[in-house]
């Protein structure tokens, strides 16, 4: 007989530091949950606690953490000498491919949550304390956006980049593991098998980067092939609708979902309808709050779009409360793959579940940002018209000669320019163009070639 594995439940805590205020703590909770629910558990219950910071050993003080205890099922005590459950998340970890770990069913008592997931990153000796006194496998916020990110990867280089950041995340992990396991397991023992452990991760990840580079120089050469075209990336917070506004600009059908990262692969497609020179569109993986700082280096080669692009659209949920942090979020991480000097323009999304003050409000905040509703259509056009005015104020207009010998290249002007004017006379074809200066100077570099 074939039981359907029941969802996993999980409990979630979060401690607010005196320096989150209320809304900011509420909004990192139910973005918590979301993330948690991407992974495809359920919430099962939530323990907060006000703290002035998280303490070295323990996350929660002793009657919270009895009170998240009576929920798992666990001892509520670090002192016992009951093992932690580990392993289960560590496994996973190690390469472990189902997608949801199966429950078994125990008829007599309510299913127990089986997941603790904290709004905080952990280290590893809290998370073995906390998985001494609760019984159940903890994950801290990295460890759960790691693990989508590992469920959501789609091409090869995507999957290749997570499992190194993944990788990453398990190494210092595991060393942290040696500390406590030694004591318990007797001398030496545990000690070998991390050393293995340790060597084996070493070595894959080293095969892991050399498969990286190869992949990463076609898909620069693909983005070099690229680099005169007119380009323009969406970037922002997860979920704040990119892909909802490449779909509506290129008519194109890239994934729209209500969840924390849906796109995690870069797509380029070509602004629709099509202009001379056309416009390329990138959508690509969103920002999110405590993004693991690996995840945005292995991210760096998808991002080189955003880098490489003329101009930035920079898409923000103007309906969340808390879009302020997310675009403060989304900045930090695009200086730090140095896209902060790329010309950007705001687009405050989802302005049809803001109301008129709240308009109001925002047009006064963002004078300069461009407002609008990746749905209404109208808005979507002003918003090329946008695109497309920007790109003319940057072309300029020059004169080209097309030797006769070379006519083969027409292809290529054609494709980064608009040709205004066709004449022909003595030395080959004179073509008037306009084009950004760069295009138009590589254009002029390939015809002068031998
Ligand atoms: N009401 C409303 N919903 C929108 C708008 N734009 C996008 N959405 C919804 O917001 C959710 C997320 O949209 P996506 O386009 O997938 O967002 P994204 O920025 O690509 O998200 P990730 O790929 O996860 O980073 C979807 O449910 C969309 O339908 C809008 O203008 N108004
Ligand atoms: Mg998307």
Redesign the pocket.
Known sequence: METKPAIPLAVLVSIQTPEVDDVAHEASLKELGRLVKTLGYEVAGTVSQKREGTGAGLVLGSGKLAELAALTGGSGVVGSMAPPPKSKARQRFEGATEAVDPVEPDPDVARRPEFVIVDHELSPSQIRNLERATGAQVLDRTGVIVEIFHRHANTREAKLQVEVARLKYVAPRLRGASAGGGRQQGPGAGESTLDLDRRKIRDRLAELRGQLEAVQRDSDQRRSARRDQLRVALV?Y????????MRALTGSQV?????????LDTTVRVLQPETRPRVLVS?T??FIKQLPHDLVASFRSTLAEALEASLLLF?VDASDPTYQAQLEVSRSVLREIGADAVPSRLVL?????VDATGRAVLVEKHPDAILL???APDDVSALRDTIIAFFEAAMVEEVLVLPYAKQGLIGDVYENARVLSEEYDETGRVLKVRGLPGAITRLRQSLALR
């Open positions: 922002g997860t979920n704040a609708g990119k892909s909802s506004l994934l729209v979902e209500d969840k924390l990262f849906a796109t959508d993986v969103g898409v999304n989802k302005l049809d579940r509703s990746a749905h």
